[in-house]
Antibody
């Protein structure tokens, strides 16, 4: 069974940093292109960014609002996806999901507030 | 930045056909995916690669695409189909993914 379990969310002050993790199981993680998606309270889905498999170059792409502040990485040895979030702003408040096209984690809530 | 446009809401009576559209300039050359999100739940994939249905998704869900417009069709919509629906695709470069703004389906 494919499983994605996010962790690392919490309350952070504007300008602060957080690292989100996503533990993957039930599929060949090293071959997967992984995506982060967020959903602000009461709002729609927003694509945040993705990372290719190492076999496909391992490159990353980011949405304009987070480019330069967020960094996606992966550890294929531990089947874990990461996202480092810096210079957090109140508008980054959202539930963050780790996604494998047809499978979503339960999400982790990030709240940016003073 | 690239955008996908969906109607904010669609309303049908039970048993009627619901159609939800998604428009985007790159759609002629890029696959469209459709997600269903019921209240308080995580999104679920209901259509992938324009018109393919994942296992476990009822046959009443189908997808089509023509030019710059993709359509999610729910034939004989049921009360349990009431949800927010999002289309998902990429820009012409393939490097930027985007969701439509979402359509609230009321049955």
């Amino acid at each position: 069974e494919v499983q994605l379990v996010e962790s690392g969310g919490g309350l952070v002050k504007p300008g602060g940093s957080l690292r989100l993790s996503c533990a993957a199981s039930g599929f060949s993680f090293r071959d997967a292109w992984m995506t982060w998606v967020r959903q602000a309270p009461g709002k729609g889905l927003e694509w945040v960014g993705r990372i290719r498999s190492e076999a496909d170059g391992g490159a990353t792409d980011y949405a304009a609002p987070v480019k330069g502040r967020f960094t996606i990485s992966r550890d294929d040895s531990s089947n874990t996806l990461y996202m480092d979030m810096n210079s957090l702003q109140t508008e980054d408040t959202a539930v963050y999901y780790c996604v494998l096209i047809d499978c979503w984690g339960q999400g982790t809530l990030v709240t940016v507030a003073s | 930045s690239y955008e996908l446009t969906q109607p904010p809401s669609v309303s049908v009576s039970p048993g009627q056909t619901a159609t939800i559209t998604c428009s985007g300039d790159a759609l002629p050359k890029k696959y469209v995916f459709w997600y269903q999100q019921k209240s308080g739940q995580t999104p679920k994939l209901v259509i992938y690669e324009d018109n393919e249905r994942p296992s476990g998704i009822p046959e009443r869900f189908s997808g089509s695409k023509s030019g710059t417009k993709a359509t999610l069709i729910i034939s004989g919509a049921q009360v349990e189909d009431e949800a927010d629906y999002y289309c998902y695709s990429s820009d012409s470069s393939g490097n930027q993914r985007v969701f439509g703004g979402g359509t609230k389906l009321t049955v």
